[in-house]
C-alpha cells in the first residue's frame, strides 16, 4: 500500500479505510493521501516529492491545508515587491506527529506567515484525520470506496486585528486529469445565484445551473476557478471521472459563526469582503489536475480580533460502473444520475 509515498517518505502513518487506505505525510508538510483498491486516487507528482526546489511552490498533491486570502490586500501569497510566491511555512517546512492509532492521526506545526500588508503573524498548524465508514453506502449500490474526515486548523498565537491580518483554513484537494471530468455540487439555495466566478478565468458554456445543482465539465488548456457563496448553503461538491471510473464527493460541517471574506488569487478590486465562498472547484487546465476545495471562516474574539480558523470537512471516493455511481450519486446526494452520464 501506498508503495511511491513510503519511498519519498518512509514514516508515512497509514490507517485502513473501507477498500482502501489513508496516509498521512509529515515529510510532505501533513499532506493527505488516499489509495482505493490499489490504486493512489489523489496527484502525486513523485519526482518533485523526492526533489523539492527551494526556490519555488512544490506542487506535490494531495489534500493540503493552505492558508486564505491567496490575493489581494492581506494576501499570504503576494508579499510587497513580489510575484506570486509560497512561503517555507507552507512550502517545505514538515509538520511533527501529535498522536496516532488505528482510529484517527493529528499532525501540526507552527507556523510564521508574513502578508501582503507588511504585517507577521504566528498560527498553529493542525490536522487530525481519521477513517470514515461508508461500507452501508458501497454495499447498497455495489462500488468499493474509502472515506476520510479531517479537522483542519489555523490558531493564532496573538490575536490579531482586522487591520492587519486576516486568515482562513482553506484545503485543496488536487486528483490527476482534467479533460473529460465532469464536476458538480448541490446548494441549499439557488445555484445560479451561489456561483462566484470571479477568480480568473470563466468557465462559461462548461457551466451549467439548475435549480439546486450545477454541472462543470473540466478541462482544456485554460485555467478557472468557481467557488460557492456561503449564504446560499452549499451543501457538496464533487466529480466524475469517467477515465478511472471513480467519483469524488467532499461536504464540509456548516459554520453560521465566523466571518468569511475573499480567498481569491486576484487583486479583488472590491476589497477583501467581496466573496464569502465555503467551496471551490479548480480547473488546472494545461496544469493537468483539478481541486476540490473547503474554506473555513475566521473566528474572533470579543474585541473583534482574529483567533482561529477550523474545519470539519470529509472526502468521499467511490470506483464502479458508471450506472452504479449515478444511482449512488442520485440516491444518496440527491443530483440526478444523469448529471454525470451526459
Not at 28 to 43: A, K, N, S, T, Y
Not at 176 to 195: K, S
Request: glycine share 12%.
Amino acid at each position: 500500500m501506498f508503495v511511491s509515498l513510503c519511498h519519498i517518505d518512509p514514516g508515512l502513518m497509514v490507517m485502513a479505510s473501507g477498500d482502501g487506505g489513508i496516509g498521512i505525510s509529515n515529510r510532505l508538510q501533513g499532506r493527505v493521501f488516499c489509495e482505493l483498491d490499489g490504486e493512489l486516487v489523489h496527484r502525486f507528482n513523485t519526482e518533485l516529492a523526492a526533489n523539492p526546489s527551494p526556490d519555488s511552490f512544490n506542487n506535490i498533491g494531495g489534500n493540503s491545508l493552505w492558508p486564505g486570502p491567496e490575493g489581494g490586500d492581506y494576501a499570504f501569497n503576494y508579499l510587497p515587491g513580489t510575484g506570486w510566491l509560497v512561503q517555507p511555512a507552507i512550502n517545505s517546512q514538515p509538520t511533527a506527529t501529535i498522536e496516532t492509532c488505528s482510529h484517527h492521526t493529528s499532525v501540526g506545526k507552527r507556523i510564521l506567515l508574513d502578508n501582503r500588508k507588511g504585517s507577521i503573524i504566528q498560527l498553529d498548524f493542525r490536522r487530525l484525520v481519521m477513517p470514515v465508514d461508508i461500507g452501508n453506502i458501497a454495499r447498497k449500490f455495489e462500488l468499493k470506496a474509502v472515506a476520510c474526515r479531517t479537522l483542519d486548523e489555523l490558531l493564532a498565537v496573538e490575536p490579531s486585528g482586522l487591520h492587519e491580518a486576516l486568515f482562513c483554513a482553506w484545503t485543496l484537494e488536487q486528483f490527476p486529469g482534467c479533460d473529460g471530468v465532469i464536476a458538480f455540487g448541490r446548494t441549499g439555495a439557488g445555484a445560479g445565484g451561489a456561483i462566484n466566478s470571479d477568480y480568473y478565468g470563466n468557465p462559461g458554456n462548461r457551466l451549467k445551473c439548475h435549480s439546486h445543482h450545477f454541472r462543470l465539465a473540466l478541462g482544456g488548456m485554460e485555467r478557472f476557478q468557481i467557488g460557492l457563496n456561503h449564504h446560499f448553503y452549499p451543501e457538496i461538491i464533487g466529480a466524475y471521472d469517467a477515465g478511472r471510473d471513480m467519483m469524488f464527493i467532499r461536504r464540509a460541517w456548516r459554520q453560521e459563526g465566523g466571518m468569511y471574506f475573499n480567498i481569491a488569487d486576484n487583486d479583488q478590486p472590491e476589497g477583501p469582503y467581496s466573496a464569502a465562498d465555503s467551496y471551490s472547484i479548480f480547473n488546472g487546465g494545461e496544469m493537468g489536475f483539478f481541486e476540490l476545495e473547503t474554506i473555513a471562516p475566521l473566528q474572533l474574539d470579543a474585541e473583534g480580533r482574529g483567533i482561529s480558523s477550523a474545519l470539519w470537512s470529509e472526502t468521499l471516493i467511490f470506483k464502479g460502473t458508471p450506472e452504479r455511481l449515478a444511482a449512488c450519486l442520485e440516491g444518496c446526494f440527491q443530483i440526478p444520475g444523469e448529471i454525470i452520464r451526459k
